[in-house]
């Protein structure tokens, strides 16, 4: 079964270093999904692209994260730089086309981010 | 804006017990609705969803989840609960028209053997 692929699984970093978080979603999936996940909540969306073209970054703190998908396949998540306060998990997730009726969308492994 | 509410935070049963998650959403719109689980150590999948249609869906491992839309509810059930589905357990719904998922904030689920 295809996955979305994320990398690293697991990152510690001390504040004000940058860290960056790669996705590679599900091949086909026109739609990509970045959504942060503190422990003990449910995931937020941080940002969402259609193919390469972001569509909502309205909860992305832009003074510090950026993320791009230039070629619309895989994605990059960038700190910089980064707060005690993004200590989370980061969720990487696809789906065939948001604007589809009966939209699934897939998740990968997730990256944990620890910031000391 | 849409939100999602979980009655639960923490639930905790014995094995064969019948388990109910109650879930409440908020938008007046047309809605995708979801449950996501999340076992120790993995990543979110998918346990089943709503679209359309009869709304009595039926998931994986024996879940199932009624959709009631008068009270914008999609409280999930099992009949009979196992160790193994100790687990985090998510709602979501998105708007139909933008395929943003919003999630309530999980039950955590722990089964007695």
């Known amino acids: 079964e295809a996955e979305v692929a994320q990398s690293p699984r697991y990152k510690i970093t001390e504040k004000s270093q940058a860290v960056a978080f790669w996705c590679d979603p599900i091949?086909?999936?026109?739609?990509l999904y970045w959504y942060r996940q503190i422990l003990g909540q449910g995931p937020e969306l941080l940002v969402q692209?259609?193919?390469?073209?972001?569509?909502?970054d309205s909860q992305l703190p832009k003074d510090r994260f950026s993320a791009e998908r230039l070629k619309g396949v895989d994605s990059t998540l960038k700190i910089q730089p980064a707060e005690l306060g993004d200590s989370a998990m980061y969720l990487c997730?696809?789906?065939?086309?948001?604007?589809?009726?009966?939209?699934?969308?897939?998740f990968g492994e997730g990256s944990w981010l620890t910031v000391v | 804006a849409q939100s999602v509410s979980q009655h639960n935070h923490h639930v905790i049963l014995s094995e064969a017990a019948s388990l109910e998650l109650g879930c409440n959403y908020s938008?007046?719109?047309?809605?995708?609705l979801f449950w996501y689980v999340q076992y120790p150590g993995q990543h979110l999948q998918l346990l089943l969803k709503y679209f359309s249609g009869d709304p009595l869906v039926k998931g994986i491992k024996g879940f199932e989840a009624e959709f009631i839309k008068s009270k914008f509810s999609f409280n999930l059930r099992k009949p009979s609960v196992q160790w193994s589905d100790t687990a985090e357990y998510f709602c979501a719904v998105s708007a139909s028209n933008t395929g943003k998922l919003i999630f309530g904030q999980g039950t955590t689920l722990q089964v007695k053997p």
């Open positions: 938008y007046g719109g047309t809605v995708n």
């Open positions: 997730a696809s789906s065939f086309n948001s604007a589809v009726s009966g939209n699934t969308i897939y």
């Open positions: 091949s086909g999936h026109a739609t």
């Open positions: 692209f259609q193919d390469e073209s972001v569509v909502d």
